[in-house]
């Protein structure tokens, strides 16, 4: 498809909301907390902080490049930009890499529907006993989060099925500040807690005696998650950039706002957490069985605003799943359009049905019962191991590789500077984080990983 008759994001607070509304997500509020609490809290969030500096926004502007200069989808883009080198199928690997984590992201976010409709039930009083037995409940039950699930995959198909700028704009625009102001709402609740300031010291004091490179891989992963990294996510949606946009600015803002959100939902969920006597390290059902609690015990004097801020959070936080299932799905939908020659929608429907499987079998194997476990993890624990710690941050050294090595510099200047109309000051260090720092660390961080240094 050529350049001219690809719609374009509408404005430049458009590309920052959406982008935002792709990183911004259930990596945010349901990820990091719970990877936090296992990894050691402070001191894996600074880790992580180090790797959204110095890998994330260097890796994001090499996304932007590549998805803006060649105008395509992920797989046409790595194909062209890497043309005759292993990188070319950087694209392929990214596309195969997001229908797997849409499906197990969308067990997740069917987890938070759920939960949406028993807040407004009014299912979710009791003591932290009841709460507890309620998340295992549900989601050891084979049925019912399996159909949320797939309702999730649906209602990402029908506004991607909608095109870009009618669908993922809007949405984006109208959710995003409102989701902020309910984090703040929830911290000052949560924080209201007796016994609240162990959660916040647990959250900023480091104890770097903890850190080992189960740590240190976990951030990494993490970062490249939360950013929507590695996938070509970001590499689509930069192909639907004007030309004035300036990438490092914009992947600098993104991955402020992205991680201010995170260190809020830590504000939200730890505080709580110690609180109520929940262990920090609960793993992913963590969100799940605190929150609800906060919404019972710091409103105890006037139940009804519990009951509202309720509703409104689990709202907000599958609308924010939303924005970021939405860029998933767009990965997979812009490549089988444009490639396969097929209808927007047609295309929507196959990426859809991928992921539905994928979402059925991942929420199965949660159920323990149904025997799809690998080593004793459930489908989805290991699909989420598997993608943001492994596929990732490969992808991302790949992207960053092929930036920096093999690309042009011209194409690389121009795209960075907008053809010389910005000073690109940066431009020198950027190009030394894409050659050396980022493909070092990365590959340090992986053979420490698997034992080798
Ligand atoms: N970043 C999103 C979140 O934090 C998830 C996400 C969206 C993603 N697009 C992605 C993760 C692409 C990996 C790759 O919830």
Redesign the pocket.
Known sequence: MSQSNRVNFGSKLGVILATAG???????IWRFPYMAGHNGGAAFMLIYIGCVIFLGIPGMVCEFIIGRHVSANAARSYLTMGKGTPFSIVGYVGILT?II?LGFYSVVAGWCLQYLMASILGHLNGDSTYIVNYFQTFSTNPLKPALWAVLFVLLTHIIVAHGVDKGIEKASKLMMPALFILLIVIIIASCSLPNAMKGIDFLFNPDFSKVDHNVILGALGQAF????L??G?LCTYASYFNKHIDLLKSATQIALIDTLVAIFAGLMIFPAAFSIGVSPDSGPSLIFITLPRVFLQAFHAIPIIGYVISILFYSLLALAALT?TI??HEIGTAFIHEEMHLSRKGAAWIVTIACCIVAVLCSLSVSSSSGLMIHGKSLLDCCDYITAQVL?PLGGFCTCLMIGWYVPRKVVKDEFTNWGTLRGKLFHVFVFCARYVCPILILMIFLNQFGFI
């Open positions: 792709s990183a911004v997500g259930l990596g945010n997001s984590i998650f939360s950013l929507s590695g996938t996510c970021s860029s998933i990732l």
